[in-house]
């Protein structure tokens, strides 16, 4: 008899593998009637949610910059319930958003005789030594080196900075900036590159207004409430969330006021976004189907005895606005 996995209950129910896996891992609000109805689908299948693993444990290893980010609480959550059904466990690694450590992180995960790989970087410009001796699958998601033979399974963060731009300039906005990171961060420094391009492309006179900050900087709030204060901004685009949520915080301690003063829009549509008295846009990442299938990918990998590092390959799926303004 063939196990029934979450695609299937998607399938079955007519709802979307993020639908079912929010239901199952209670990471989202989901409609009570939708939540209902999921629920009877998954009683009906006997979709097994705990299910039991085999004897001979198989590990796949997972480091991120920062567990704590919802972004990654959700990727990595949705990764564990695929590889789950499919009798792997997972053993994750949190980087602290440095090099160094992510690089300890590997190699203990290398020395546990690990499976497989899933990898997001602290910073595109150092790729690790240890992996061009790994004889591993490795899968990177989210983010990625400037040069690598894996697959990479994430977003077009340029597309996705030219698209909160356009989405901005549709807001009737002519002066908008971009909060990010360094440029050693792939997903930031391509989101700006894309809010770059197309500021240039649209408003020839007008010199593109970015600010990076740094991790672990203790003075965040006071360099983007220089920057708000200097670039007399109508809106701004925050790279990640985080950055969103410092933005928000900021803009309110300068007595702002969100849209009228300043439009926002960031990345991802996270639980706290719930509890906003301002209406902020977001850029939202379809992060489950990212989790599945960098999961999928790697696992497809492990079965085929391959270990896919020879040809650099990406999988970038789509991100939708959410329209709050």
Known sequence: ???????????????????????????????????????????RMEYQ?????????????????????????????SMET??????????????????KKEIKNIQLLLEKNISGLILSPVDATVYPESLLFAHIPVVLVDRQFNKHNHTFVGINNYESGRLAAEYLVRQKCSHIGFIGYADTVYSAYYRARGYKAYILEHFPDVKPAILELHYHSEDSNKKIADF???????????????????????????????????????????????????????VNQPVVEIGIQAMEELIRLIDKNDSGNSVKREIFLDVEVIDRL
């Open 82 to 99: 695929f590889a789950s059904e499919k009798g792997f466990s997972l053993l994750i690694c949190d980087s602290n958003y440095t090099t």
């Open 228 to 282: 708000l204060q200097k670039t007399h901004l109508d809106s701004v685009i925050c790279a990640t969330s985080d950055i969103g949520y410092q933005v928000i915080s900021t803009i309110d301690e300068l007595g702002l006021r969100i849209p009228e003063d300043l439009k926002v829009i960031s990345y991802d549509d996270n639980r706290w976004m719930d509890y906003l008295k301002y209406p902020v846009s977001v």
């Open 49 to 77: 949610i705990d299910k039991t693993l085999p004897t001979q444990i198989e590990y796949i290893g997972v480091v991120v910059p920062n567990i704590t980010e919802d972004y990654y609480i959700s990727l990595i959550k």
């Open 1 to 43: 008899m063939k196990d029934i996995t979450m695609t299937d209950v998607a399938e079955e129910a007519g709802v979307s593998i993020t639908t079912v896996s929010h239901v199952v891992n209670k990471t989202r609000y989901v409609k009570p009637a939708t939540r209902e109805h999921v629920l009877n689908v998954i009683q």
